[in-house]
């Protein structure tokens, strides 16, 4: 009896580990395609939205495939060319970072920064229109995320992102988004995620913006 069980006990110990090996290595496939898939388009995105939202479903109880499937969407949101689509890529990027933020048991620095690019996707719908809704939604969570966590580089670059793209006469301009953007890249150098699955987005971004910002 004590044999069977112990043999029992080893065949579920092997089962568990085989799935999460299994769900590891998906994860890690897909995140190392995330950085590639910005030089390509808001069409890359949407496959890899799929993949984590599949891997999500399949696993039922990890927030971070959820979190991937929502930055995967948001940041195909913010690169459509089509703004007639946007608002319904946003929504469903905000869908999956509930399901995220449900499974994790609460927000986090992380989801907040996700929260803050969902409300910038529907502001770019129509910017005149649209800022006073959504802009102070996206630096609310920008500020929070920063909160939660100081050593997280993600906000930081964001918010040196807003300013590039802000005019001068509103606190923007290039002067201001440099600073920004060479305090997220000495955040990113020291910044250490909590496993090798967690967020590591942002430093090849940060980069290409403080080049521009020179």
Request: with cysteine; charged share 25%.
């Amino acid at each position: 009896m004590k044999r069977l069980l112990f043999s029992t006990l080893l065949l579920i110990t092997a089962s568990a580990y085989a799935q999460s090996e299994r769900y590891e290595k998906a994860m890690m496939q897909n995140i190392s395609k995330l950085d590639s898939a910005n030089a390509k388009g808001a069409d890359a995105f949407t496959p890899l939205a799929d993949n984590f939202t599949r891997i999500g479903d399949a696993e039922k109880t990890q927030w971070l495939p959820y979190y991937y499937a929502s930055y995967a969407s948001v940041m195909s949101a913010l690169m459509m060319e089509d703004k007639s689509k946007v608002d319904i890529i946003a929504d469903k990027a905000d869908a999956l970072l509930k399901k995220a933020e449900t499974l994790a048991g609460k927000e986090n620095s992380e989801t907040c920064v996700i929260r803050s690019m969902i409300a910038s996707a529907h502001m770019m719908v129509d910017p005149q229109s649209r800022y006073m809704q959504y802009g102070a939604v996206s630096a609310s969570n920008l500020e929070k995320a920063k909160a939660m966590d100081p050593t997280n580089p993600r906000p930081v670059y964001l918010e040196g992102q807003s300013k590039f793209y802000t005019p001068e006469q509103f606190g923007g301009g290039k002067t201001a988004a440099k600073e920004m953007f060479k305090k997220a890249l000495s955040m990113f150098s020291t910044f250490k995620p909590a496993t090798n699955l967690s967020p590591k987005w942002g430093e090849a971004s940060t980069k290409y913006f403080l080049t521009q910002a020179n």
